[in-house]
């Protein structure tokens, strides 16, 4: 199947900072990207839906200002968790379609002190 | 909007054994359902997938079945092994490149 990278695997950052999370397509171009989140032994939330050189469309309850998301080519989405705190602690996983199914990445661990 | 619901939460079979777990969805518009597998601190795994036009799938030892009268769907899994302990998640969008509405997980666990 596809391969989707996520960097970092895991951060660690103090309350108030920001953190960026990249998310790369390696061997297809993603027509659309998607962020989720994961609470432990939960399933996963959508937060935003991403396309490439447009605005991202975020769900009902997630603060766009607060999770940034740049989708700024075919290959790459970046999430930034702006002025993180604690309640933003999770796991943040990728996931990035071709034209035909979506292929998730290997997970981002936050977790804010 | 979609909504799918999983069960069972916890599946405990006997390696060798089968394991059926089952989604259904309330959207006839869903048309794509995939399953994922996702190990503890990984990302999910796509296992397999099926379209609404066709009723099974299969791959290896893994199988899934779709009845769009009834709306849902079933993933089987043979001669379960160690390495089949996880939780498995299902879901369905109205495309392959839209977005996956989930169902709760299944936590399976292969007693040896």
């Known amino acids: 199947g596809a391969v989707v990278s996520q960097h970092p695997s895991r951060v660690i950052c103090k309350s108030g900072t920001s953190v960026k999370i990249e998310c790369r397509s390696l061997?297809?171009?993603?027509?659309?990207m998607f962020w989720y989140r994961q609470f432990p032994k939960k399933s996963l939330m959508l937060m935003a839906t991403?396309?490439?050189?447009?605005?991202?469309?975020?769900e009902q309850g997630v603060e766009k200002d607060k999770f940034l998301i740049n989708h700024a080519s075919l290959t790459l989405s970046t999430l930034t968790v702006t002025s993180a705190h604690p309640e933003d602690s999770s796991f943040y996983i990728c996931?990035?379609?071709?034209?035909?199914?979506?292929?998730f990445g290997p997970g981002t661990r936050l977790t804010v002190t | 909007g979609e909504n799918v619901e999983q069960h069972p939460s916890t599946l405990s079979v006997q390696e060798g054994d089968s394991a059926v777990i089952k989604c259904t969805y309330s959207?006839?518009?869903?048309?794509?359902f995939p399953w994922y597998k996702q190990e503890l601190g990984k990302g999910p795994q796509l296992i397999i997938d099926?379209?609404?036009?066709?009723g099974e799938k299969k791959d290896q030892r893994i199988a899934v079945t779709l009845n769009k009268t009834a709306k849902h769907f079933s993933l089987h899994i043979t001669e379960t092994q160690p390495e089949d302990s996880a939780v498995y998640f299902c879901a369905a969008s109205t495309g392959g490149a839209q977005k996956l509405v989930f169902g709760q997980g299944t936590r399976l666990t292969i007693n040896p």
């Open positions: 061997d297809f171009q993603a027509t659309t």
């Open positions: 991403s396309n490439e050189g447009s605005k991202a469309t975020y």
């Open positions: 959207d006839s518009a869903s048309n794509y």
């Open positions: 099926i379209r609404s036009n066709v």
């Open positions: 996931s990035a379609s071709d034209v035909d199914r979506g292929y």
